[in-house]
């Protein structure tokens, strides 16, 4: 499963940074991103990071956001500066695990993000 944890209410121009960490059976994590839903719309790719590192940052959250991730730990994280009201969303984690018996995509549960003044 996947804990995401580190949202809150912040003001326009504040950072913030996600946790979401990885456990139960799993015996590897591949790719693991972070999604996010605002009301309304659809759920969006915010930000991906490979096993070796590699980053993906959606257009809108480029030069703002980072993501980064400790293999030892099955941990990935997103860090988020100069948040805008347009960031206020529920930000949900996602990997690719593979476990004993099985590959699977998992998510986590959302943490909320409020960006407001």
């Known amino acids: 499963q996947l804990q995401a944890s580190g949202g809150g209410l912040v003001r326009p121009g504040e950072s913030l940074r996600l946790s979401c960490a990885a456990s139960?059976?799993?015996?590897?994590?591949?790719?693991m991103a972070w999604y996010r839903e605002a009301p309304g719309n659809l759920r969006e790719l915010v930000a991906s990071?490979?096993?070796?590192?590699?980053?993906d940052v959606t257009d809108s959250a480029k030069g703002r956001f980072t993501i980064s991730r400790d293999n030892a730990l099955n941990m990935v994280y997103l860090q988020m500066n100069s948040l805008k009201p347009e960031d206020t969303a529920m930000y949900y984690c996602?990997?690719?695990?593979?476990?004993?018996?099985?590959?699977?995509?998992?998510w986590g549960q959302g943490t909320l993000v409020t960006v407001s003044s």
């Open positions: 996602n990997a690719d695990v593979s476990t004993p018996w099985v590959k699977k995509n998992i």
């Open positions: 139960g059976q799993i015996q590897s994590v591949d790719t």
């Open positions: 990071i490979t096993t070796s590192g590699s980053t």
